[in-house]
């Protein structure tokens, strides 16, 4: 059996994003000895994204979302990032962190979203109104990033669409979803790009409300990529950090939870008092991402032992998609100076 762990770290980052440290167990099976063992011997930081897998969560150095492990990446004193992700998020990390080498366990792990606009799609429709201000989901490809003017999170979209230029119109790519959502809590008009997570999308506003009736004491918490009818069924609409910050504010005992379910076990281990509920679909009572489940332990030791696959981008692309990333950053961090 693991020792039990030392209480998880939160590391909030510039971003307004936060991730989770996590240190290694003491007590290890031989396969997450010898990734371990790998770890040291590459300088290499492993990254998980919240909807990983517990056993990859549970022996990854931090754990969050993927902007803020990329950014807590450039951090690190470390010369490998290994990120248990989708691919969207490795080519963040690389844009973030050129000169680093980073892997992915499997190519294969890809999205929805970023799947749905594709970058010559997406500079063609461009191409109808120069005077498009184009706001990035971060699940994007790398190539539709150097097509934007600034990126934005599940956790600060609202706050991206409000600071875009007044005389600009505004084009939201590519999750449909995220660009209504920012564009209620804003009062923004925008073009919205035809893209869903495939994931989200299950969770219907029947389907939530058979759960609620089942446990009429839980609070609902969505993420804004679910369809409209679910958001006003929820009690509380927020980004899977903002998931952790709500449900340990809350005096609720209970939560259903209409997000990719890998989400549930960090829900777990940072709030041990509370009850986290998957939010079942019309056709079944858990609904994975299929591009997450890809990773696996054993996928994670052979890309470290091979250093491969590699996640390699040409410097241009990198230097013409680091632009909209750092201009959501500077934005970010001049609403946070503001508050103070």
């Known amino acids: 059996m693991e020792k039990a ?17 996590r240190t290694a167990p003491e007590k290890v099976d031989a396969l997450t000895q010898e990734i371990l063992d790998l770890k040291r ?13 517990p056993e990859i969560q549970d022996l990854a150095d931090y754990v969050g979302d993927s902007l803020g492990l990329s950014q807590q990446a450039a951090r690190a004193q470390a010369d490998v990032i290994v990120f248990c992700g989708v691919r969207f998020m490795a080519e963040t990390a690389k844009i973030l962190n050129p000169e680093k080498l980073v892997l992915l366990p499997d ?30 989901y971060i699940n994007c490809s790398a190539a539709v990033k150097a ?14 669409v409000a600071a875009a230029p007044e005389d600009r119109d505004l084009l939201f790519v590519p999750d449909a979803n995220l660009g209504g959502w920012a564009m209620e809590k804003t009062g923004r008009k925008m073009t919205l790009w035809d893209g869903v997570c495939y994931v989200h999308v299950e969770w219907t506003y029947n389907a939530l409300q058979a759960i609620k009736k089942e446990h009429p004491d839980a609070r609902v918490v969505a993420h ?15 980004s899977t950090e903002g998931m952790i910050a709500y449900c340990k504010r809350s005096p609720a005992k209970a939560f259903v939870v209409a997000t990719e379910p890998g989400m549930i076990h960090r829900l777990k281990k940072e709030c041990p ?9 019309e056709r079944c009572a858990c609904n994975e991402c299929r591009y997450m489940k890809l990773n696996t332990l054993e996928k ?4 470290m032992r091979r250093q491969a696959p590699r996640i390699e981008l040409e410097p241009d692309l990198i230097e013409r998609a680091r632009k909209p990333i750092d201009r959501m950053l500077e934005i970010t961090a001049r609403a946070a100076a503001s508050t103070r």
């Open 5 to 21: 762990r030392e209480a998880p770290e939160k590391i909030d980052l510039p971003c307004g994003e936060s991730v989770t440290h």
């Open 41 to 53: 011997e590459l300088n290499a930081v492993i990254l998980a994204h919240n909807y990983q897998v």
């Open 273 to 281: 008092d509370k009850v986290f509920i998957p939010a079942p679909t």
């Open 224 to 238: 804004p990529e679910c369809v409209r009818s679910v958001r006003e069924l929820a009690d509380e609409v927020c």
């Open 107 to 136: 190519m294969e792990a890809g999205c929805s979203l970023e799947e749905s606009c594709p970058a010559e799609d997406l500079a063609a429709f461009q191409a109808r109104n120069p005077n498009f201000y184009t706001i990035a």
């Open 147 to 160: 097509l934007s003017d600034v990126i934005c999170t599940s956790g600060n979209a609202a706050r991206i």
């Open 300 to 303: 994670l030791r052979d890309c």
